[in-house]
């Protein structure tokens, strides 16, 4: 069993920062892709940005500039960096996990992390 846990979302003021981390645990042989996606209210799950396992990443063009997505190979962990945040910004962020296991590869998501940018 494989599980993604997320943490570091909060409320914030408008230009603030944040920092999102999820960790992966459990049995499997490694992790190609890991992503962060996010959710707002009435409106579909979306990509914000992915990096895979040699580093190349893939940003939103909404938050390129200002987010900056890192992991830890050796601790199956990636990182999410929000700075200069907007109001539009505000969703559930999640973070998603191509997992390699012994005979198989499969997707994995985490629960969610709740962001508000709000004054």
């Known amino acids: 069993q494989v599980q993604l846990v997320e943490s570091g979302g909060g409320l914030v003021q408008p230009g603030g920062s944040l920092r999102l981390s999820c960790a992966a645990s459990?049995?499997?042989?490694?992790?190609?892709?890991m992503g962060w996606y996010r959710q707002a209210p009435g409106k579909e799950r979306e990509l914000v940005v992915t990096i895979d396992s040699g580093g190349t990443t893939n940003y939103a063009d909404s938050v390129k500039g200002r987010f900056t997505i890192s992991r830890d190979n050796a601790k199956n962990t990636v990182f999410l960096q929000m700075n200069i945040l907007k109001p539009e910004d505000t969703a559930v962020y999640y973070c998603k996990a191509h997992v390699r296991l012994i005979l198989r590869a499969q997707i994995y998501w985490g629960q969610g992390t709740q962001v508000t940018v709000s004054s």
């Open positions: 459990g049995s499997f042989f490694s992790i190609s892709t």
